[in-house]
């Protein structure tokens, strides 16, 4: 089992920075492929970004792609969401969320994950 635990959603002016963190529990977390989605009210989960376990592999989407960084702090079992140039459109509550991964591929579903934090809020205003 894998316990994850959100952490650094906030608000911020528009251009802004915040830095999420995914804080894991229980097993060894780098075998653990990462991601993190996001969601407003009505809409379904959106997919932002993951990194793969062991290779470390990253994938983004396009419209965070240049703003947003993923990266892995393996002694803390943390992986962290680096967010800069914030847009009032990046407003929504931030999930991490985790699946065991072999490291060779990219995974951008929400059912592909079996884990999941508990969300946290990040409000951008403009």
């Known amino acids: 089992q894998v316990q994850l635990v959100e952490s650094g959603g906030g608000l911020v002016q528009a251009g802004g920075s915040l830095r999420l963190s995914c804080a894991a529990s229980?097993?060894?977390?780098?075998?653990?492929?990462v991601g993190w989605f996001r969601q407003t009210p009505g809409k379904e989960r959106e997919f932002v970004a993951s990194?793969?376990?062991?290779?470390?592999?990253?994938d983004y989407i396009d419209s965070v792609k240049g703003r947003f960084t993923i990266f892995r702090d393996g002694a803390k079992n943390t992986v962290y969401l680096q967010m800069n140039s914030l847009t009032a459109e990046d407003t929504a509550v931030y999930y991490c969320?985790?699946?065991?991964?072999?490291?060779?591929?990219?995974?951008?579903?929400?059912?592909?994950?079996?884990?999941w934090g508990q969300g946290t809020q990040v409000t951008v205003s403009s």
């Open positions: 969320a985790a699946r065991l991964s072999d490291g060779t591929r990219r995974y951008r579903n929400s059912y592909e994950y079996g884990y």
């Open positions: 229980g097993r060894t977390f780098s075998r653990y492929a």
């Open positions: 990194i793969s376990g062991i290779g470390g592999i990253l």
